[in-house]
């Protein structure tokens, strides 16, 4: 099985072609480098990767390297929610544009599969938890609002060509090679214990994220990939299921720690 890995010099992105690799899947790696890594890149190939260099909004750039390509996991994004207000019309660019011309290739070579990976912030502020699929999608940022609209071309792309679309809503996630100016509050915690320093916890610590490994997000796009769907699209929560509070994760830190 053929698969091109957008975002492949990415944080999970990397991850995910990895995985695929040692599964034994032929892996076409894109990535324009603006924010991924090389050493990610020089990793892949030399696992048997063949990366490309490029925008995911060109259009016969795609139409090239999704030429013999069984499956897409687009993962190529700007992802973070403070940037996406200073740059929302880029946010929307790369994030919005960037998926429909992923898509378009993909339909034009008659790719059948496409898992994208969304983010648990299309649902803005939790109206009950735990936050399922159904819950009302209500972004609170342009970056928000931008997997919303990527998930809406997916889902219209599917019904109209059928193609097999599924999006991946992730939560917080964490692991080795994490871009500190991304980073969550699991790499903040891990950087200052390392240091000696004590954690820095913004109000009463009483508040609770869903952590999830990015080993495990990487299994789920390779499930997501070989696994036929109940549904021509699909939108699932990636996700441990399990909340922690702030002061939980700092309690458990800091006792490993000492």
């Given at each position: 099985?053929?698969?091109?890995?957008?975002?492949?010099?990415?944080?999970?992105?990397?991850?995910?072609?990895?995985?695929?690799?040692?599964?034994?899947?032929?892996?076409?790696?894109?990535?324009?480098?603006?924010?991924?890594?090389?050493?990610?890149?020089?990793?892949?190939?030399?696992?048997?990767?063949?990366?490309?260099?490029?925008?995911?909004?060109?259009?016969?750039?795609?139409?090239?390297?999704?030429?013999?390509?069984?499956?897409?996991?687009?993962?190529?994004?700007?992802?973070?929610?403070?940037?996406?207000?200073?740059?929302?019309?880029?946010?929307?660019?790369?994030?919005?544009?960037?998926?429909?011309?992923?898509?378009?290739?993909?339909?034009?070579?008659?790719?059948?599969?496409?898992?994208?990976?969304?983010?648990?912030?299309?649902?803005?502020?939790?109206?009950?938890?735990?936050?399922?699929?159904?819950?009302?999608l209500r972004p609170?940022?342009?970056?928000?609002?931008?997997k919303v609209a990527?998930?809406?071309?997916?889902?219209?792309?599917?019904?109209?060509?059928?193609?097999?679309?599924?999006?991946?809503?992730?939560?917080?996630?964490?692991?080795?090679?994490?871009?500190?100016?991304?980073?969550?509050?699991?790499?903040?915690?891990?950087?200052?214990?390392?240091?000696?320093?004590?954690?820095?916890i913004f109000g009463?610590?009483?508040?609770?994220?869903?952590?999830?490994?990015?080993?495990?997000?990487?299994?789920?796009?390779?499930?997501?990939?070989?696994?036929?769907?109940?549904?021509?699209?699909?939108?699932?929560?990636?996700?441990?299921?399990?909340?922690?509070?702030?002061?939980?994760?700092?309690?458990?830190?800091?006792?490993?720690?000492?």
């Amino acid at each position: 099985m053929k698969v091109l890995v957008t975002g492949a010099a990415g944080f999970i992105g990397f991850h995910v072609a990895k995985l695929l690799l040692e599964k034994g899947f032929e892996v076409v790696a894109l990535d324009n480098l603006s924010r991924g890594s090389a050493s990610r890149v020089k990793a892949l190939e030399e696992m048997g990767a063949s990366f490309v260099e490029g925008d995911v909004r060109d259009l016969d750039l795609l139409l090239d390297v999704t030429k013999g390509v069984n499956a897409v996991a687009h993962l190529a994004a700007l992802i973070s929610v403070e940037e996406s207000f200073e740059k929302p019309l880029e946010y929307v660019s790369v994030n919005v544009e960037g998926t429909v011309a992923v898509l378009e290739a993909g339909v034009r070579r008659g790719v059948k599969k496409f898992v994208l990976a969304s983010s648990a912030a299309v649902y803005g502020d939790p109206q009950y938890l735990p936050i399922d699929e159904a819950h009302p999608l209500r972004p609170k940022s342009p970056y928000g609002a931008s997997k919303v609209a990527a998930e809406a071309f997916a889902e219209a792309y599917s019904r109209s060509y059928g193609i097999e679309a599924i999006a991946l809503r992730i939560f917080n996630v964490y692991g080795p090679g994490q871009n500190p100016e991304y980073a969550g509050v699991i790499s903040r915690f891990v950087e200052r214990a390392v240091k000696g320093l004590p954690p820095v916890i913004f109000g009463d610590g009483g508040q609770t994220r869903d952590f999830v490994h990015v080993e495990d997000v990487a299994e789920v796009f390779y499930r997501a990939l070989t696994t036929s769907a109940p549904s021509k699209f699909l939108a699932v929560n990636v996700a441990s299921g399990s909340p922690t509070s702030i002061n939980e994760l700092a309690r458990l830190l800091w006792r490993k720690r000492g």
